[in-house]
């Protein structure tokens, strides 16, 4: 289990920064969703396994967990045959096989300006012996920020809970023991199949337009769900069938939003937005975040679905609320701008242009 949880935690952190470094600028964003979608569909194919082993009594347990090592080994062996990335290479002084690999990924020997973008980010970060002590810095606010805020947003929509405890919440709400395992599963295909949206209009859209609009359908759909619950087992009328169903396609909705918003996009955002030299610390600070925040919720929810009951619902839509505005107000827009230029972008916002030093400064400074 100990093994099993580092590796987890070793994906989380790797891949995200591996596509953002390996895609395109135009298709980062689609490309680096196709993480989410890869876990989503996992976690629903994990579910549905588990679901149909449980009936093959003593011994269903020991193939679901046995089916674990298939996608392990695929994982494996697929990683054998992945390059290193143009900027890990020239990092560590390999410039033109980082240059090969470089011109091989784009299709095209005409890669001089994004390779020289690499080359000056990676004498940079080679001037940097402390990454973790270097992202305290000031010019370093706006990603240290985005690297905590983004993760601890992402689980504060709700949808751990949801997902972790929808046969509770379904129980709760009136439906058997059945009915809540399949609106279980229900939750997880709408999971992973919204992600399709998000990798289609993500690099059209761009990141802000999809982190807002799925934040306003989110709380919408947790209060419209607070106030049906509310009303009903105030009453104590309990839900009929057709509110029951109400409910359930409203729970869609909501998982909807988050899959193809804040789900993939948490993710994202982060591996994008940090200077070569502190983007490892940046997305090591992301994962711990997001995994600390998992715990929290998780063992915090049963407890505060019996204290708020519905009100549960509005908790979360508040807390959606404030990560929306959020968004609004201090996320700069990241869709068609090179990895390695993204720190020019709090030069030009409203607000982190007070706090960041001008680039040409602080490589002066260094």
């Keep these: 289990m100990q093994i099993a949880c580092s590796l987890s935690c070793l994906c989380l952190k790797a891949v995200p920064l591996y596509l953002s470094e390996m895609a395109p600028t135009h298709l980062r964003g689609g490309l680096n969703m196709m993480f989410q979608l890869a876990t989503t569909l996992g976690i629903f194919t994990a579910n549905m396994i588990n679901y149909g082993t449980e009936k093959l009594r003593p011994w269903g347990w020991r193939l679901s967990l046995g089916l674990a090592a298939v996608p392990a080994i695929l994982m494996a062996i697929g990683g054998i045959f992945l390059p290193e990335t143009p900027n890990s290479l020239i990092e560590r002084g390999l410039k033109e096989k980082g240059q090969n690999v470089l011109e091989k990924i ?38 240290l920020v985005m690297a905590i805020f983004m993760p601890t947003f992402q689980i504060l929509t709700g949808i751990n809970s949801i997902l972790f405890y929808a046969p509770v919440l379904f129980q709760t709400m009136g439906f058997g023991g059945n009915a809540s395992l399949y609106s279980s599963a229900l939750t997880g295909a709408v999971l992973a199949s919204s992600t399709f949206i998000s990798i289609a209009t993500v690099d059209r859209l761009g990141r802000r337009a999809l982190l807002i609009s799925g934040g306003i359908q989110m709380v919408v759909c947790q209060v419209i769900v607070a106030i049906i619950l509310g009303l009903k087992f105030r009453s104590d009328e309990g839900l009929s069938n057709s509110f029951s169903i109400l409910v359930v396609v409203i729970i869609c909705l909501f998982v909807a939003a988050f899959g193809w918003s804040w789900g993939p996009l948490g993710w994202t955002v982060p591996s994008e937005i940090f200077p070569l030299e502190t983007r490892s610390a940046g997305q090591s600070i992301t994962v711990a975040v997001n995994l600390f925040f998992t715990f929290v919720i998780g063992q915090s929810f ?40 993204m720190i020019f972008l709090w030069e030009k916002h409203w607000f982190w242009k007070k706090i960041v030093p001008i680039y040409s400064e602080a490589e002066t400074e260094l």
């Design 302 to 341: 049963l407890s505060l679905l019996c204290a708020f009951k519905f009100g549960i619902f509005l908790f979360f839509a508040g807390w959606i609320t404030i990560m929306t505005i959020f968004v609004y107000l201090f996320l700069p827009e990241t869709k068609g701008v090179p990895i390695e230029e």
């Design 106 to 143: 784009r299709g095209t020997s005409d890669v001089h300006a994004e390779l020289q973008d690499i080359i000056d980010a990676s004498d940079l970060a080679n001037s940097i012996k402390h990454p973790f002590r270097n992202i305290l810095e000031k010019r370093n606010r706006p990603q």
